[in-house]
């Protein structure tokens, strides 16, 4: 049957339904009959296959999109990987301080850095204001901060706390007090606090320099009696009230006897000195020991700066003695001091004192000169008084303020001179027993001369309550028996010789 379709289907044991479809043609009766059979699966029911068991269809395959790009093989494509040739750098990882973003936040060593200090001084430790971020400490920079002053190598959290008013160990709470450190001239230091605290106000230590330098002593009471052999300074950190330098009552305080020898001192109190040394001086017998608080007999300088000089005593020059040797007092106060003989605050022979912004003061002499004597006996003397006050010295015969004294041949010069800047120089309010020359006395020895300049200097007034008790100058030693007793008021200038004042 030419052009007929036949289609058979039927169904076969686990294939579900098979669908036949033969094409039939006829062409006679000798022809041949070709069938052409088209499969057609249908997945049926679980009941219809394999007995009733699911049939396991394989994995399903998704469509992935495009493949990304993982050099490194770290599990991180090149699309979020910040450096894919690397497999330690990607998001997640661990930072590291290496100055580079290891965990890909586009932020380099956050979190991992050390901080450093500027160490200027090299002394291991930095200062805290000044600091830097890194993994590896810059020149000049250290990782343990605290440095209180990174301009001295001497000063960190290490240091040991010396007397020099600085705070070494950068801690506040270390105290200085009763310290002493003595400083060689390259500035090299030494404790020497057990040195200077070994004696006691019974038995005050008897000290003798080494070598030159400078002592610097903290606040506290050291009982000793010290000669400088070489050039020293003396500065007491804490200042005059807090740092007393004490003889005990058995010592003079301070000596100078070797020639060329600098003494400087300066913020301490020198007191209780009783003097031990005899001068040099060929008026030795009759001026006696001398120099209760500081002895100076040589060719040699002392220079005295904010001090206080008190409660010392000697047979003359009982709180300050120099013979030969040049003598400064700048803003100090000498008071309270005892002379048996002569000059109970001050006495210089043959040599030159000069005292700026000073006080003499509540001195007191036996004889004369209660508060300063200005003696030219083996040479000349110059005393000069800048801006200085000299009040309420008392001597029991004359010159209860200033004496001078020329001896024959020796010529001797003083000055009182008051500045605008001075609220008061001069000498007032001074007492003296025989009521003669109670401010000043003035007296030369045959073929002796002298001279006495007042500039601006204040005498006291009976109005103001600070007169001196007598006469202001008495001048006495004139060849022909001259006495001449003189008073004068405040501001004055005028000038004085053997042949009056004008």
Not at 37 to 59: M, Y
Not at 158 to 176: F, L
Request: charged share 20%; net charge negative; aromatic share 6%.
């Amino acid at each position: 049957m030419e052009g007929m379709k036949n289609a058979l289907i039927r169904s076969l044991p686990g294939l579900g339904s098979i669908a036949l479809v033969a094409t039939l043609i006829a062409c006679g009766p000798e022809d041949r009959v070709e069938m052409t059979l088209d499969v057609v699966r249908d997945a049926g029911t679980a009941a219809e296959r394999d007995g009733g068991q699911p049939v396991d269809a394989g994995p399903t395959v998704v469509d992935a999109g495009p493949t990304v790009v993982d050099d490194d093989a770290d599990g991180y494509g090149v699309d979020v990987d910040c450096d894919d040739s690397d497999p330690a750098r990607y998001p997640g990882a661990a930072e590291t301080c290496n100055g580079i973003d290891d965990d890909c936040d586009a932020e380099i060593d956050e979190g991992v850095q050390t901080t450093f200090y500027a160490d200027t001084d090299q002394d291991g430790y930095g200062a805290l204001d000044v600091s830097v971020a890194a993994c590896e400490a810059p020149p000049m920079y250290v990782a343990s901060a605290g440095d209180c002053d990174d301009a001295d190598a001497d000063v960190n959290p290490d240091a040991t706390e010396i007397c020099d008013g600085v705070d070494n160990d950068c801690d506040s709470t270390t105290s200085e007090d009763g310290l002493a450190t003595f400083f060689d001239p390259s500035g090299t230091h030494a404790d020497v606090t057990e040195v200077l605290t070994t004696g006691t106000a019974e038995t005050p230590a008897v000290l003798q320099t080494a070598a030159p330098g400078r002592v610097n002593i903290c606040s506290g009471t050291y009982y000793l009696g010290l000669e400088a052999l070489h050039t020293l300074e003396i500065v007491g950190i804490a200042g005059a009230e807090a740092t007393i330098l004490d003889g005990g009552g058995q010592r003079t305080v301070l000596s100078v006897a070797t020639d060329d020898v600098l003494l400087e001192i300066e913020g301490v109190t020198i007191r209780n000195g009783e003097a031990t040394n005899m001068s040099a001086s060929a008026a030795s017998e009759e001026i006696g020991l001398v120099g209760g608080g500081l002895y100076c007999d040589a060719s040699a300088w002392v220079r005295v700066k904010d001090t206080i000089v008190e409660n010392n005593h000697a047979e003359s020059g009982g709180g300050v003695f120099g013979n030969g040797c040049t003598i400064g007092l700048d803003n100090t106060i000498v008071r309270d001091n005892t002379a048996d003989i002569y000059g109970g605050g001050i006495t210089v022979t043959s040599h030159t004192l000069r005292l700026v912004d000073a006080l003499i003061t509540r001195n007191a002499a036996g004889t004369r000169g209660g508060g300063i004597l200005c003696w030219g006996r083996d040479g000349n003397a110059v005393c000069n008084m800048s801006d200085t006050l000299v009040s309420q010295n008392s001597a029991a015969h004359s010159g209860a303020g200033f004496y001078i004294n020329a001896y024959p041949g020796m010529n001797v010069r003083g000055t009182c001179l008051g500045t605008t800047e001075a609220a008061y120089a001069g000498m007032v309010d001074n007492y003296a027993g025989s009521d003669s020359g109670t401010g000043a006395r003035f007296y030369a020895g045959a073929g002796g001369t002298w001279t006495f300049e007042s500039t601006d200097c204040d005498w006291g007034t009976a109005a103001g309550g600070d007169d001196n008790e007598g006469d202001d100058i008495h001048l006495a030693g004139f060849a022909n028996g001259l006495r001449l007793y003189t008073d004068f008021g405040d501001n004055e200038t005028f000038r004085c010789d053997q042949m009056g004042c004008e």
